[in-house]
């Protein structure tokens, strides 16, 4: 069965710093890319970044790039999201999500499996 | 990057109405279209893939169709555990963009 795990949420003041992780099991994690799409309280999806399987490219949507680093540990089966100079347009549940395919130049294609999601809040 | 609209925004009907939701892209995005479902304070949840493309384990009265720029969502029979916002997702191009949901309930 697959499972995704997403922690490292919380509370951070505007201008830090935080670090989201996704434990992923039950498929060959080296095999897909990966993503993280968030959704803000009460508003729609938005794609944030993607990584191939190998972990040698990355995407970013405009809204995060040069803040966010999207990172994986193939050895040990997660994902990662380093989320810096935070912005209070940044609070969203952020969730992981499985690809579909290898390249990550299409964000990995659809998502068939997502995890449950971790509440990010930026607010002083 | 590819703009994506879908109407309505949300509707209204009955137990065993048929529903329809309609998705457009800005630019032709080929078959690269999914549907996915989202019940309150869950993930969202794949339904169709690539425009027409049932995923394992979803029931038959879900459906989807067409290509280009133009698709169709279908619910063949409303039920009552389909209450959920539902969104489309294109992924011909990055950034990967979703609809901004259509939330369907039961009137």
């Known amino acids: 069965e697959v499972q995704l795990l997403e922690s490292g949420g919380g509370l951070v003041q505007p201008g830090g710093s935080l670090r989201l992780s996704c434990a992923a099991s039950?498929?060959?994690?080296?095999?897909?890319?990966m993503s993280w799409v968030r959704q803000a309280p009460g508003k729609g999806l938005e794609w944030v970044s993607a990584?191939?399987?190998?972990?040698?490219?990355?995407y970013y949507a405009d809204s995060v790039k040069g803040r966010f680093t999207i990172s994986r540990d193939n050895s040990k089966n997660t994902l990662y999201l380093q989320m810096n100079s935070l912005r209070a347009e940044d609070t969203a549940v952020y969730y992981c999500a499985k690809g579909i395919e290898y390249s990550s130049s299409r964000g990995g294609g659809y998502f068939d499996y997502w995890g449950q999601g971790t509440l990010v809040t930026v607010s002083s | 990057d590819i703009q994506m609209t879908q109407s309505p925004s949300s509707l209204s009907a009955s137990v065993g109405d048929r529903v329809t939701i309609t998705c457009q892209a800005s630019q032709d995005i080929s078959n690269y279209l999914n549907w996915y479902q989202q019940k309150p304070g869950k993930a969202p949840k794949l339904l169709i893939y690539?425009?027409?493309n049932l995923e394992t384990g979803v029931p038959s009265r879900f459906s989807g169709s067409g290509s280009g720029t133009d698709f169709t969502f279908t619910i063949s029979s409303l039920q009552p555990e389909d209450i959920a916002t539902y969104y489309c997702?294109?992924?011909?191009?990055?950034?990967?963009?979703f609809g901004p949901g259509t939330k369907v309930d039961i009137k």
């Open positions: 039950g498929f060959t994690f080296s095999s897909y890319a």
């Open positions: 997702q294109q992924y011909d191009n990055l950034p990967q963009g």
């Open positions: 990584i191939s399987g190998s972990g040698g490219s990355t």
């Open positions: 690539d425009a027409s």
